[in-house]
């Protein structure tokens, strides 16, 4: 696992937490937080986290829609997402196809400091959000998480300035198999009660929404509204992305 290694040796005095399988260390300069399915996966794919670098590399040359290729590993990055961002918005928000894999890339910059959970919030998020999935299943609700894998912060230069640049490591949905259920519910994906679109099956939508909604921030999971939702084309199972635990 020399990349692990590699992006382990770059934390500052790591501290290393381990708590229920989330794996995570947190430094001066970088933090990194992933789950043990990832780790065992990208076992059997080494060069799989040299993307990282690559994006990096690339940050400030991405264009929408323009793919750009990792002649050392083969590894592809593309500015593309499913859903309701489109062109310049989407730009850090990336399809990378690695040799037997297509991820979603989410890229985060900002200023503002690390702070100590930072890099390992999401993933916390998504051991906290596992039970309440099972519950809302069991009433009939029909609903999934897209595993987030990996996160990954660390500081780039930024001419004389650092900024703080966090990636965000899920599966990537197709536009085929999914659709976003804020552009579902709402025109011009904007939620507000007069652009809702009433029909029978979209008022069962959200009430599906309202309830999920509920019982995360009742257990402490943040960010779950339409916005952060995929609906399966196929099966009308609602997938939550982009949720944060307290
Ligand atoms: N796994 C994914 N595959 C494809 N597209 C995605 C995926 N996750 C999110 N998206 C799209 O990218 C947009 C932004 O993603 P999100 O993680 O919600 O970031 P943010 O809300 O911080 O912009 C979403 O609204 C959705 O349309
Ligand atoms: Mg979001």
Redesign the pocket.
């Known amino acids: 696992m020399a990349l692990f290694r590699r992006l382990r040796n770059w934390v500052v005095r790591p501290k290393k937490t381990r708590r229920n399988g989330v794996i995570s260390y947190s430094g001066s300069k970088h933090k990194l937080a992933y789950t043990p399915e990832f780790k065992a996966w990208v076992k059997h794919n080494p060069g799989a986290l040299d993307a990282f670098h690559f994006i990096r590399k690339n940050l400030h040359h991405l264009k929408p829609f323009v793919a750009l290729k990792d002649k050392k590993t083969g590894t592809t990055i593309e500015p593309?997402?499913?859903?309701?961002?489109k062109g310049n918005n989407?730009l850090h928000?990336l399809?990378v196809v690695t040799k037997d894999r297509e991820?979603?890339c989410?890229i985060?910059l900002n200023g503002k400091a690390l702070t100590e959970s930072d890099a390992n919030r999401k993933v916390e998020a998504q051991r906290q959000a596992k039970p309440i999935i099972r519950e809302l299943n069991k009433r009939g609700l029909n609903v999934a998480l897209?595993p987030t894998h990996i996160i990954y912060e660390t500081k780039i230069k930024d001419g004389d300035h650092e900024q703080t640049v966090t990636f965000?490591v899920?599966?990537?949905?197709?536009a085929h198999d999914?659709e976003?259920v804020?552009g579902k519910l709402y025109h011009g994906n904007n939620i507000l009660p007069e652009n809702y679109i009433k029909t029978p099956a979209n008022d069962q939508l959200s009430e599906r929404v309202k309830q999920i909604r509920n019982m995360m921030l009742d257990y402490g999971v943040f960010?779950v509204h339409a916005?952060?939702m995929?609906l399966n084309k196929k099966t009308g199972q609602i997938?939550i992305?982009?949720i944060n635990s307290a």
């Open positions: 593309l997402c499913t859903g309701e961002y989407a928000r399809s991820f979603f989410k985060k897209a965000v899920s599966d990537f949905y197709h999914v976003s804020v960010d916005h952060n995929f997938i992305f982009d």
